[in-house]
């Protein structure tokens, strides 16, 4: 894969230390393969709401340029449980989804269930159902688990190893993260 290759990476952060706060912030970093940062964007969704994935697909609008191949999701259940509708943010984007987290799981079904009930479950539950298996990938040494869209299993593990130049985080959605949590830091700062 060539080093000009740029891949979108989204992440979030919420100030979890604060009850009233009930918005999460979104931020999109694009990264070429070779580090270079070329372009960033926020969003926001309301945490355990259902509105994650239209703002994904607000930073795809607002920051994937033609120039942009991938799209990589640091989650599938931001903000306390909205979750991501894998086949939408695809749909939007028009190219290669991967949802890439970093920790064995059971599932997300139990705590859905601990946490809501009636349509607000059903409607989590039909989401969550709907996403595509995790596939482990050992990248440097460690372990990440990958859900993808619009790519066989091999591009998705292709794809992961070239933007995780060191240790388990890909590029794009390290950078994500830590402009989501500037982005939330300076907002916290504001009120």
């Not at 940062?37 to 930073?59: N, Q």
């Not at 990958?146 to 070239?162: F, Q, S, T, Y």
């Amino acid at each position: 894969m060539k080093s000009g290759v740029r891949a979108l990476g989204v992440a979030e952060s919420f100030r979890g230390d604060d009850a009233s706060v009930d918005r999460s912030t979104l931020a999109g970093a694009v990264v070429r393969r070779d580090r270079v940062v070329d372009g960033l964007g926020y969003a926001a969704c309301t945490v355990g709401g259902t509105d994650a994935t239209a703002a994904v697909e607000s930073l795809v609008d607002d920051v994937a340029r033609p120039d942009v191949r991938y799209v990589l999701l640091g989650a599938v259940a931001p903000a306390w449980y909205n979750l991501l509708d894998l086949s939408r943010i695809h749909e939007a984007a028009e190219r290669p989804v991967l949802a890439v987290t970093f920790e064995a799981s059971d599932g997300l079904e139990a705590g859905l269930r601990d946490a809501f009930s009636g349509p607000e479950l059903q409607q989590r539950l039909e989401t969550y159902r709907s996403l595509p298996d995790r596939r482990d990938v050992s990248v440097n040494d460690e372990t990440v688990y990958v859900r993808h869209l619009g790519c066989d299993a091999d591009e998705a593990r292709e794809i992961v190893r070239a933007f995780t130049p060191d240790g388990g985080r890909p590029e794009p959605l390290r950078v994500a993260r830590l402009a989501a949590r500037a982005a939330n830091a300076y907002l916290g700062d504001r009120e």
